[in-house]
């Protein structure tokens, strides 16, 4: 079965974007490898909010051309956005059937607290992966929506960036 990977950067306090839905707290640090992290992934998973904040920012997607890109989203139609599969309902079992597909390629479950609750809750997520920034936010977007149930996570990996950060990688106990 082809892994899910939630892989995201959260600030100490919990948050994956500021107030405001702003990302400029995160650093660049040169050190990540982000050709390597995209070279494993061929699908990439996003709630409509991170979908619409990914579109506003503009510029070509962090992924390539090739990666499939799939928008979980009751509200988007999917005559206005030819370029990703728009997914209105059944996220669970549309991933369910995503991660029996053939091949060896990871999806990313981008960005969505609310939809990594969902895929959570319904057993199709095997990685948290988690690159703590060193601020507190005080508000923003959750790492996890809230009113998720509690989930026993093992630690498989951590590393410290020069930057700061702390990359933790989590493995989703079931």
Known sequence: ??????????????????????????????????????ARIDTVLLGRKS???ARAMGGEPAWSRDTRVFV?????SPEAHPDVTVVPDHAVE???ALR???GDGEIWLFGGGELFRTLLAGGQVDRVEVTIVPVLLGSGT??????????QLALL????????????TYEVLR
């Not at 979980?72 to 988007?76: D, P, Y």
């Not at 959750?142 to 989930?151: N, R």
């Open 1 to 38: 079965m082809r892994l899910v990977r939630y892989n995201v950067a959260a600030s100490l306090d919990g948050y994956v974007a500021g107030p405001h839905g702003n990302f400029d707290w995160i650093p660049e640090d040169p050190t990540i490898d982000f050709a390597a992290i995209f």
């Open 51 to 53: 979908y619409e904040v």
């Open 72 to 76: 979980f989203s009751s509200l988007l």
């Open 94 to 96: 549309r991933v369910r």
């Open 100 to 102: 029996e597909e053939p």
């Open 142 to 151: 959750p790492l996890l929506a809230p009113h998720a149930s509690q989930t």
């Open 157 to 168: 990996a951590s590393k410290q960036y020069p930057s700061g950060m702390v990359g933790l």
